[in-house]
């Protein structure tokens, strides 16, 4: 059979050995086609640059990073694929690699928090697939991959504000910081399912730094927390948080007089 025949260690050697570009191309392919996506990703590193301007050029660059994807290497997969649709912008395969080079970035996204570069890359060629084919059929399944990606950002931002809570009074005030990072990750994510966290966290710290205030700045920073109350119930008025809330409303109450 073709595929055992494939999958064998001597064609592939012999493959490896031979000075003939279309026997490697062709053993590539079928390497490929029956998951020996190693052996194909071999071969293919070879003979690319040499099929550079020829007939074969193409496919092979695309199969190079196809081999590379499924293998799940997606770094190596995400520079081949931008290699490809760099040099075909208009190719038989540009849709695809435009949307695997971004999806393979999304797979191997790190967790939130670690560094984010990775995050923010797959946003990008995702979003690029998406301007650049907006009725592929994989326009639902990018879109999904941002939003979740996004999410990802959202919730290293969180991680963020909640350390600079959690350090408080520490070499300054920190609430404030957690106050400005957390704003600033609603106004980039708007939609985030951590948003409802994210003003919790401003009406939690507007309360912390009002009750550490001096006397005489307490009640404005207690009115700068019930305008934050007011905030949160408005938009989460079925909050699971909506006691810890209530209990904040009732303490600055008490330093407020109309």
């Known amino acids: 059979m ?14 490896q050995k031979s000075t003939d570009v279309n026997y490697k191309f062709d053993f590539a392919k079928r390497a490929f086609e029956d998951k020996k996506y190693v052996q194909a990703a071999t071969i293919l590193e070879e003979i690319v640059p040499v099929f550079k301007g020829q007939e074969k050029a193409e496919e092979s660059l695309y199969l190079l990073a196809m081999s590379n994807y499924e293998n799940r ?3 190596t997969s995400g520079a081949y694929f931008r290699s490809y649709y760099s040099r075909y912008p208009k190719g ?3 849709e695809l690699a435009r949307f695997y080079c971004g999806y393979g970035y999304y797979l191997d996204s790190p967790e939130a ?3 984010q570069t990775g995050t923010i890359k797959a946003i990008e060629e995702l979003q690029a697939f998406l301007d650049f084919f907006p009725r592929s059929d994989k326009v639902s399944i990018a879109q999904n991959a941002i939003f979740e990606l996004q999410d990802k950002l959202t919730l290293k931002q969180l991680q963020n504000a909640q350390l600079y809570y959690n350090l408080g009074t520490y070499m300054g005030n920190n609430y404030e910081s957690a106050v400005i990072v957390a704003r600033n990750a609603i106004k980039d994510y708007p939609y985030s399912k951590y948003k409802e966290d994210l003003e919790l966290l401003i009406l939690k710290a507007r309360f912390q730094e009002a009750d550490l205030s001096v006397d005489e700045r307490k009640v404005d920073r207690f009115r700068e927390v019930i305008d934050e109350y007011y905030s949160f119930i ?3 008025p079925d909050s699971p948080n909506l006691n810890e809330a209530e209990n904040i409303f009732k303490i600055a ?6």
């Open 2 to 15: 073709l595929a055992a025949a494939v999958s064998s260690c001597g064609e592939y050697q012999r493959a």
């Open 73 to 75: 290497d997606y770094e």
């Open 92 to 94: 038989k395969y540009a």
């Open 113 to 115: 928090q670690l560094d």
């Open 234 to 236: 408005n938009n989460y």
């Open 253 to 258: 109450s008490k330093y407020v007089r109309d």
